[in-house]
Nanobody
Framework: VQLVESGGGLVQAGGSLRLSCTAS????????MAWHRQAPGKERELIAA??????AKVDSVEGRFTVWRDDRKRTVYLQIRNAKPVDKAVYYC??????????????WGQGTQVTVSS
């Protein structure tokens, strides 16, 4: 199973950016797909998650970030609006996946850098 993120880059403060993460491989089911971020000098933190039935975000990004998934494409998205310098981080995708040969396993993407210029 592989998770491939895309969409990171440089965005001006107040601007918008959309991140995508697509899962591939011999996947049977995908449960939760989530976004984490790790700012310089800080620990990785969970910021948003989505299943087929619900989505949720932490309070610090509520109102600015939107998370949703397209199960047909096995893709989870993160829309960042009104970007702030505090959003500068490496954004990681995570998925809980079961395959035809393994039980539920957590997979991570390689990360995509988001930089916010002021």
């Amino acid at each position: 199973v592989q998770l491939v993120e895309s969409g990171g880059g440089l965005v001006q403060a107040g601007g918008s950016l959309r991140l995508s993460c697509t899962a591939s491989g011999s996947i049977r089911y995908i449960d939760e797909m989530a976004w984490h971020r790790q700012a310089p000098g800080k620990e990785r933190e969970l910021i948003a998650a989505a299943t087929s039935h619900y989505d949720a975000k932490v309070d610090s990004v509520e109102g600015r970030f939107t998370v949703w998934r397209d199960d047909r494409k096995r893709t989870v998205y993160l829309q960042i609006r009104n970007a702030k310098p505090v959003d500068k981080a490496v954004y990681y995708c995570r998925a809980n996946v079961s395959t035809y040969s393994t039980d539920w396993t957590t997979y991570w993407g390689q990360g995509t850098q988001v930089t916010v210029s002021s």
